[in-house]
């Protein structure tokens, strides 16, 4: 069974940074795909960043320049650099994972992933 735990979230000032971690178990990165998703009070939940096994990654346009998702596959993890953190940035982050999908194009939509962490809170103050 596969599971997904994040953490890293926390308190920060804006313009500051954060590293999030998610932790797979029950199955290895090979020929996956795993994303940051984030999620406000009311809103839908907005795509942030994903990376595949062969380290293809994409960004939101909202994030690009400040964050960066990375992997490390002898961990089973997924990082994502936040830095220079503002206040719109506040909200639930959530890891998601999908595997053995044959996409053209890194998946950017929630409905693309087939399994979902817990979420961790980044509160940005300003």
């Known amino acids: 069974q596969v599971q997904l735990v994040e953490s890293g979230g926390g308190l920060v000032q804006a313009g500051g940074s954060l590293r999030l971690s998610c932790a797979a178990s029950?199955?290895?990165?090979?020929?996956?795909?795993m994303a940051w998703f984030r999620q406000a009070p009311k809103k839908e939940r907005e795509f942030v960043a994903a990376?595949?096994?062969?380290?293809?990654?994409t960004n939101a346009d909202s994030v690009k320049g400040r964050f960066t998702i990375t992997r490390d596959s002898a961990k089973n993890t997924v990082y994502l650099q936040m830095n220079s953190l503002k206040p719109e940035d506040n909200t639930v982050y959530y890891c998601a994972a999908t595997w053995d999908k044959n996409y053209k194009v890194i998946p950017t939509t929630p409905t693309q992933y087939d399994y979902w962490g817990q979420g961790t809170q980044v509160t940005v103050s300003s």
């Open positions: 990376i595949t096994w062969s380290d293809r990654s």
């Open positions: 029950g199955r290895t990165f090979s020929s996956g795909y």
